[in-house]
């Protein structure tokens, strides 16, 4: 389509909206406007990797399938979020083997998993851009970054770099005393309590390492 527009992930928000939900924002490539989609802590957890470039022990989901594509010759052309309805984003995945052109439809979330790992471009068209979008004075952006020495995100934003997340980093015995009580903290307010003792159990031995064993 003419109106397709080029747009890139820029990172993951947690949600001010939806309790145990991210934000994920795409941003136009040649412009200041950004889309928040509204996605799961499990599809956050998958993006997150994707964006780190961690390889975890065994293979996700997303993984896998981009796996099986390779394995059989199947490559990922384009993602395109077509559809914005009711809240809800539609995309669809473009697939060729060179013979065969192939579209599938699926979760916004999914199709963004799968193109990060595959470094597939995302598009989406001008009339979601419009309808969704919302946009960033560059201006104050630049000031922002100047001034903070950072991209210019929020503090609670996950962008490419930023590694003090439970979710992009899957080996809490790598985590300083630091991040393990950030990450501690932000169990106990998602109600994770499980997961809160395992890393409790490790902020506990790694603080008696520091302290000589006492």
Same mark, same amino acid.
Request: glycine content about 6%; proline content about 3%; hydrophobic content about 35%.
């Given at each position: 389509?003419?109106?397709?527009? !080029? ?7 947690? !949600?001010?909206?939806?309790s145990?939900?991210?934000?994920? $924002?795409?941003?136009? +490539?040649?412009?200041?406007r950004? $889309? ?18 961690i ?8 993984? #896998? ?9 199947? *490559? ?12 809800? %984003? !539609?995309s =669809?995945?473009? %697939? ?5 052109? /192939? ?20 598009f989406?068209?001008?009339? $979601?851009?419009?309808?969704?979008? %919302?946009?960033?004075?560059?201006? =104050? ?5 100047? +001034? &903070?020495?950072?991209?210019? #995100?929020?503090?609670? /934003?996950?962008?490419?770099s930023?590694? &003090?997340?439970?979710?992009? +980093?899957?080996?809490? =015995? ?10 501690? !903290?932000?169990?106990?307010? &998602? ?12 902020? *506990?031995?790694?603080?008696? #390492?520091?302290?000589?064993? =006492?």
């Amino acid at each position: 389509m003419d109106d397709k527009v !080029s747009i890139h992930v820029l990172g993951l928000s947690y !949600s001010q909206l939806q309790s145990g939900a991210y934000a994920l $924002i795409l941003a136009e +490539d040649a412009g200041p406007r950004r $889309i928040p989609v509204i996605i799961g802590a499990a599809e956050a957890q998958s993006i997150a990797v994707a964006l780190e470039g961690i390889h975890t022990p065994r293979p996700l989901t997303h993984d #896998l399938f981009v796996s099986f594509a390779h394995a059989f010759g199947v *490559k990922l052309r384009e993602v395109y979020i077509y559809r914005f309805e009711d809240g809800i %984003f !539609s995309s =669809e995945l473009t %697939f060729s083997d060179g013979e065969r052109t /192939v579209c599938l439809d699926a979760r916004t979330s999914d199709a963004i998993s799968i193109a990060l790992r595959t470094h597939t471009p995302i598009f989406t068209s001008e009339e $979601i851009l419009e309808k969704a979008g %919302f946009i960033i004075d560059e201006e =104050e952006l630049r000031r922002d970054s100047d +001034d &903070n020495g950072d991209d210019g #995100l929020d503090d609670d /934003v996950i962008s490419y770099s930023d590694r &003090n997340d439970y979710l992009a +980093d899957p080996d809490p =015995e790598k985590f300083t005393i630091e991040e393990l009580e950030r990450t501690l !903290s932000k169990l106990i307010d &998602n109600e994770d309590y499980e997961e809160a003792e395992r890393i409790s159990e490790i902020l *506990k031995r790694k603080k008696k #390492l520091r302290d000589g064993g =006492e």
